[in-house]
């Protein structure tokens, strides 16, 4: 498919469904925590997903070889990626799904800033100012919250530490000679590269293995096979055909659809304090991702 200079409305269908996948992720990462230990959890993840992609793109005769110039682009891709999760996994494990949901999807925020001193063309307008304003408060106010029983300020930071990996990772996509490969071999190598130091860092995390049941097997096959192996080349396919900024701006559904599915199927209780947090955030990422008025010229 061509490149999109707006997102249309299979964009928008798509993006829209994958906000729903990634809320629904998060809950199957919290469940699946129960009976492995986070960072073992997400270096499994990334071990098996490096199988399923290596077939898949043997069955589609993609050659697996290094561009000329990207091996250095690959490898801290990698390591942020795999930095990512690590944070990511351990802050389902630390805090609720809601909290860190409203910290870990405010990737855009981060991002922006990243792309106003890397991006010649993106830089931080008055309107988009605003937008960092709103939304760094709504997490500010998320983290400083510590109302609610499951509140950790361990896992709010690793959440935060997970959006700042992301925002790092998608800028090397797009803006590094890692944007020349196709969206699966970005993938593969991302996985490849961080699956090692995700089950080395296990080891400073204590025991591998917890309450393990049919349960939790079943979640680390979905996250290999689904969410790894197919929604995240789906998520950089989308990357590489509509703009990133019009891609981050549906980021926003997935902390709302999270907060409501932790609290319809892990029964979280969702306060005052995170629906207001939440509101800030979700604010603050639409006016970072407003696209410029056109000027209309005279004839």
Not at 48 to 57: E, K, S
Not at 60 to 68: L, V
Not at 191 to 199: E, T
Not at 226 to 231: E, F
């Amino acid at each position: 498919m061509e490149r999109k200079s707006h997102i249309d409305m299979f964009g928008a269908v798509a993006l829209s469904g994958f906000a729903l996948f990634l809320a629904f992720n998060q809950v199957v990462i919290k469940v699946t925590n129960g009976g492995l230990q986070p960072v073992f959890f997400a270096g499994l993840r990334s071990a098996g997903a490096v199988v399923c992609l290596w077939a898949y793109l043997r069955w589609r005769g993609i050659p697996i070889r290094f561009e000329a110039g990207t091996r250095m682009a690959v490898l801290v891709t990698g390591f942020f990626f795999g930095l990512q999760f690590l944070c990511l996994f351990v802050a389902l494990d630390l805090t609720t799904v809601g909290r860190s949901a409203v910290i870990f999807y405010s990737m855009p925020v981060w991002l922006a800033i990243i792309a106003h001193f890397v991006m010649p063309n993106d830089k931080i307008s008055a309107l988009k100012a605003l937008g960092l304003v709103f939304a760094m408060a709504g997490v500010a106010w998320a983290m400083l919250n510590r109302g609610s029983g499951e509140a950790s300020i361990w896992g709010d930071i690793a959440a935060l530490g997970g959006a700042l990996s992301w925002a790092v990772t998608a800028m090397m996509a797009k803006a590094s000679p890692m944007a020349r490969l196709r969206p699966e071999l970005q993938l593969y190598w991302q996985v490849l590269v961080s699956a090692p130091i995700l089950l080395g860092a296990a080891f400073f995390f204590g025991p591998f293995i917890r309450d393990l049941g049919p349960i939790h097997i079943a979640g680390l096959l979905f996250q290999t096979v689904v969410v790894v192996s197919a929604g995240f080349v789906f998520w950089l396919w989308l990357l590489s055909v509509y703009p990133a900024s019009g891609v981050a701006s549906f980021s926003f559904l997935s902390p709302v659809l999270s907060v409501g599915l932790g609290w319809l199927l892990l029964g979280e209780q969702v306060g005052f304090d995170l629906i207001g947090a939440l509101a800030l955030v979700a604010v603050g990422i639409l006016l970072i991702n407003r696209p410029p008025r056109s000027r209309k010229t005279s004839a």
